[in-house]
């Protein structure tokens, strides 16, 4: 899946925390996008199974897409939360975590995770 995919995804989950229901309107707002470049996102991601559009309009998930989105949205919290322990400002990180969270190979993420998992229980002593 590409990077725009991964991002769709993510923010639909993100979304979902928030409200409800999601509809394409709700995904173009929150990514600043066109929604005629939401619709067509969505097309693509409904045709490849990511997720269902209902006769309202409100998008669901489907387990592929909810296994896409919860990768991407733990990468990025998980990285976002190492670059501000490292001391770059919140905005920085959060802006840089979203680019490194579509790039970064398993076995790095999964470092990363085990040494914030180290950290943590360390500083907790």
């Given amino acids: 899946m590409r990077e725009s995919g991964e991002m769709y995804l993510e923010t639909i989950q993100i979304l979902k925390e928030k409200i409800a229901n999601v509809r394409s309107i709700d995904v173009a707002t929150e990514m600043g996008f066109s929604k005629p470049s939401v619709s067509r996102a969505m097309s693509v991601l409904k045709r490849d199974g990511y997720l269902t559009i209902d006769e309202h ?3 669901s998930l489907t387990p592929s897409g909810e296994k896409v989105a919860a990768t991407i949205y ?6 976002t939360k190492v670059l501000t322990d490292m001391g770059v400002d919140a905005k920085i990180a959060e802006d840089d975590a979203c680019r490194i969270e579509h790039d970064i190979s398993e076995e790095t993420f ?15 002593k």
Avoid at 74 to 79: A, D, F, M, P
Avoid at 115 to 122: A, F, P, R, S, T
Wanted: proline residues 0%.
């Fill in 57 to 59: 309009g409100f998008i």
């Fill in 74 to 79: 733990e990468r990025h919290k998980v990285l």
């Fill in 110 to 124: 999964a470092a990363i995770k085990k040494y914030l998992e180290k950290k943590d229980k360390q500083q907790k």
